[in-house]
């Protein structure tokens, strides 16, 4: 059983900064994906960052250069750093982790999905 756990969201005015965490703990070796996602109220739920094993990411549009994604595989742990926020910003922030091996030869498996942080910036 993987446990997803976050943390670091809250109220910041505009312009100011957050910086989100999301610990993974359980049977895990490695983990192929770990990204974060938003929802906004009457909104879908979107795709912000994501962070591959290698390295690579990629990001929403709307949060590229103002939005970093990184990864400390050691740690299981995922953040993201948030810089030059908006009130459109605001919206539940998930962590999701996708492909996690229990040994390291095992097969890549699950997608798991954070509680939510509550991310608010006011204008």
């Known amino acids: 059983q993987v446990r997803l756990v976050e943390s670091g969201g809250g109220l910041v005015q505009a312009g100011g900064s957050l910086r989100l965490s999301c610990a993974a703990s359980g049977s895990i070796f490695s983990i192929d994906y770990m990204g974060w996602y938003r929802q906004a109220p009457g909104k879908q739920r979107e795709l912000v960052a994501g962070i591959i094993n290698g390295g690579s990411t990629n990001y929403a549009d709307s949060v590229k250069g103002r939005f970093t994604i990184s990864r400390d595989s050691a740690k299981n742990t995922v953040y993201l750093q948030m810089n030059s926020l908006k009130p459109e910003d605001t919206a539940v922030y998930y962590c999701?982790?996708?492909?996690?091996?229990?040994?390291?030869?095992?097969?890549?498996?699950?997608?798991?999905w954070g509680q939510g942080t509550q991310v608010t910036v006011s204008s």
């Open positions: 999701n982790i996708k492909g996690i091996r229990s040994q390291r030869y095992a097969r890549s498996m699950g997608d798991y």
